[in-house]
């Protein structure tokens, strides 16, 4: 069975950083892209980042650009997303996905993902 399984989310004051990691399970997705997304209480899951298959190309929403930093290890078969400055609207379950196509990009559409992890919740106090 094939599983993404989300780490480090917390509660942590304004201003402050916390590091995401998602680690699949049951197989490797080493050559997909891979994304974190999000979802606010009664909002729609919304993109934050993504990275291409080969790691080095990032994007990233509007809202995130400057503040958090996604990476990838491929030894390691870890996805994280670094959070930094952290602001109460940033407040939300994220959610890693892996892309549905091998060296394919998968950007901020959630329909290029194929894999969903179940969520680890971020809460930034004010």
């Known amino acids: 069975q094939v599983q993404l399984v989300e780490s480090g989310g917390g509660l942590v004051p304004a201003g402050g950083s916390l590091r995401l990691s998602c680690a699949p399970s049951g197989r490797t997705f080493s050559t997909y892209a891979m994304g974190w997304f999000r979802q606010a209480p009664g909002k729609e899951r919304e993109f934050v980042a993504a990275i291409n298959w080969s790691g080095s190309i990032p994007d990233y929403a509007n809202s995130v650009k400057g503040r958090f930093t996604i990476s990838r290890d491929k030894a390691k078969n870890t996805v994280s997303l670094q959070m930094n400055s952290l602001k109460p609207e940033d407040t939300a379950v994220y959610y890693c996905?892996?892309?549905?196509?091998?060296?394919?990009?998968?950007?901020?559409?959630?329909?290029?993902?194929?894999?969903w992890g179940q969520g680890t919740q971020v809460t930034v106090s004010s």
């Open positions: 996905a892996a892309g549905s196509r091998s060296f394919g990009d998968a950007g901020a559409d959630e329909n290029n993902y194929s894999y």
